[in-house]
């Protein structure tokens, strides 16, 4: 049958990356300033490097003919659409950030968005986090969401403090040993 008469899925349906839905609904996107100047770059270069190399790229391709067969072409037009949607991610995401100066924070013996803890838990391992907003956590660099929750369990307790971490493996708990924020 002729392409031109069925609906093939370009896998572009849902407009929205599966980490966009990280965030819970309802909820402020907060984000350092550190993330809020890396997301900026990002959406810079997918804009101004990227995306016009990309079409370039596309538009010597559609110039060399058949299309149908046209590897430049069809990668460029795929890769294309990655990068509006990314583009659309990313602005979507820093229109709604609310930025955070982790070194700002007066009430610095406390556990608050932009900490970063040290803490023991009930086998005697000792784990350090920075809390820092959904879009930059990287959990294996010790960034973790401040919806997390480990982030959850750690919100407003004071060096010292015995918290309770509820998993699904169940109840553990963390003493927290170190908070320290930026210098101001």
Do not use: H
């Not at 993330?35 to 900026?40: E, H, I, M, Q, V």
């Not at 509006?84 to 610095?108: C, G, H, K, M, W």
């Not at 956590?137 to 401040?146: Q, V, Y």
């Amino acid at each position: 049958m002729n392409k031109a008469f069925v609906k093939e899925s370009d896998g572009d349906e849902d407009d929205d990356p599966p980490e966009s839905r990280a965030l819970p609904a309802g909820t402020k996107n907060y984000m350092t300033t550190t993330g809020y100047r890396a997301l900026n770059d990002e959406l810079m270069q997918l804009m101004n490097v990227e995306r016009p190399e990309v079409v370039q790229t596309v538009s010597w391709a559609a110039s060399n003919g058949d299309r149908s067969e046209n590897g430049d072409y069809i990668y460029g037009k795929k890769r294309l659409r990655e990068i509006d949607r990314r583009i659309r991610f990313l602005t979507r995401r820093l229109e709604s950030a609310e930025v955070v100066d982790p070194a700002q924070q007066p009430n610095r013996d406390q556990v608050f968005f932009g900490a970063t803890v040290r803490y023991c838990d009930s086998q005697g391992r000792e784990s350090t986090v920075t809390i820092v907003g959904v879009d930059e956590a990287e959990p294996l660099l010790g960034r973790i969401s401040w919806v997390s929750p480990v982030a959850r369990a750690l919100i407003k307790s004071r060096e010292g403090d015995t918290v309770t971490l509820r998993t699904p493996a169940g109840i553990e708990e963390l003493d927290i040993l170190d908070i320290r924020y930026p210098d101001r």
